[in-house]
């Protein structure tokens, strides 16, 4: 096993992953990736930080993988890319032009931003199986409400203290919460089935605004610009 540092929340540790991996995986040595998790849901105080960790630093790891060719490229199989969103994406009802212009969350506060960027990770997995369908799968994940160290950082002791035990009737451990993401990953009985969501390991609709057309294209191609100027 091979440990590479990661930090979401900056674009060079980003680039620097990718020139590693390559190192690893590119050249003579025929490696390619054949699962990649993007996984990460944070609200901080920041929204820009909580759009770079929860969604733009992801789509630039994938914007170079694909520049890199660090993906598999055989008519055989797919690198299966799982993108774990939220449940809370149904939730975003604001400007959906702010879904794509992304320097314009004055207006929002640190939930909508975290609903945003999860819907924005559906349109982005839905938007990679109409360009690169041919050579990933993408799939979108929520996994549930998961027991975690999530609410730590934003909420004050005395009332985390007082919220655990309604916490713990409601999510799940790890182990389950992982399950979703593993049924995505690995199950065969999803082979050739991309674009899709996935929840409780059952698919799922997800928002109407996730498998718009237009937005899906308008997503791609203001990410993929951005990505290019990294």
Known sequence: ITFIKLDLSSTQSVKDC???LSNLLGGSTGKKI???FCNAGTMLSNNKQTLQVNYLSHTLFIHLCLKFELFLNNNKEKTRIIHTSSTMHHKYNNNIKQLYQFNSLNNLNRQQVYNMTKLQQIIYSNALQTYHGEQI???AVHPGIIH???FKHYLPSWLEQLLLPLWMII???T????QSSLYAALSPTLNNLGGIY???CQLQQSSYLSTHPQIIKQLYLSTKKLNQKQ
């Open 18 to 20: 990718i020139n590693l």
């Open 198 to 200: 996935i929840d409780n």
């Open 175 to 178: 182990k389950k919460g992982a």
């Open 34 to 36: 054949n699962y990649l």
């Open 137 to 139: 799968q993408s799939i």
């Open 171 to 173: 999510s799940t451990n």
């Open 148 to 150: 975690t160290n999530f």
